[in-house]
């Protein structure tokens, strides 16, 4: 079974604060996807990865980058984090370049 | 930006209904995807779909893809409990590799 780990579940940062949101797949898969689901909006891409130290834009980039240092880990960096950021986030990984496997997700709240 | 909508986005049935979510696009989508997210869960890929007119099923589940690939529905025959949350599809538009996710239809199922 394919196993796409997010580190935190939950997590509250503040205004301001540089954070991490980590994601690690365990299948070798080349694409990584990471996405913000918030209420009435559905999931929206932030940032996708079909290789290891690529990244490409995805629908809302803004306030956010990532890092793919290795194949299997997949970061996300809210450089300076807002309240308009407080949302479920959710990583996935694929063989294909469409996600097929979702973490369970980390809800950020910042206040 | 590029939109996918689905309909509806809410449905509450009575065990044993059938139930049906409708995807809709303005342009041709290259492929589109089923997604089924439990209360409190992740998003699970259900099926692709990639040709004009597809239809699979996977046991009372149905999903179509119409002949001008700009819409999709995916059908739920006598529902159960078990069937309960959200159906979100997701399509690639416009030739990029990209989804774009409808909103979600909630489904509610009273024993």
């Known amino acids: 079974d394919v196993k796409v780990t997010q580190s935190s579940r939950y997590l509250v940062k503040r205004t301001g604060e540089k954070v991490f949101l980590e994601c690690v797949q365990d299948?070798?898969?080349?694409?990584m996807f990471w996405y913000r689901q918030d209420p009435g909006l559905g999931l929206r891409l932030i940032y996708f990865?079909?290789?290891?130290?690529?990244?490409e834009k995805g629908d809302i980039p803004e306030g956010y980058s990532v890092s793919r240092e290795k194949k299997e880990r997949f970061s996300l960096i809210l450089e300076s984090a807002s309240t308009n950021q407080t949302s479920m986030y959710l990583c996935?990984?694929?063989?294909?370049?469409?996600?097929?496997?979702f973490g369970n997700g980390t809800r950020l709240t910042v206040t | 930006g590029q939109q996918v909508m689905q309909i509806p986005q809410y449905q509450h049935v009575q065990e044993g209904e059938d139930f049906t979510t409708y995807c809709n696009s303005s342009?041709?989508?290259?492929?589109i995807q089923w997604y089924k997210q439990r209360p409190g869960g992740h998003p699970v890929f259900l099926i692709q779909?990639?040709?004009?007119?597809e239809v699979k099923k996977q046991k009372r589940l149905t999903f179509q893809f119409g002949e001008a690939k700009k819409n999709s529905s995916l059908h739920i025959t006598a529902t159960q409990t078990t069937d309960v949350g959200t159906y979100f599809c997701?399509?690639?538009?416009?030739?990029?590799?990209?989804?774009?996710f409808g909103k979600g239809t909630k489904l509610t199922v009273n024993p």
């Open positions: 996935a990984s694929s063989f294909v370049r469409v996600p097929l496997h």
């Open positions: 299948m070798d898969h080349e694409n």
């Open positions: 990865s079909y290789d290891v130290k690529m990244k």
């Open positions: 342009t041709t989508l290259s492929n």
């Open positions: 779909l990639v040709k004009s007119g």
């Open positions: 997701a399509g690639a538009q416009g030739g990029s590799e990209k989804l774009v």
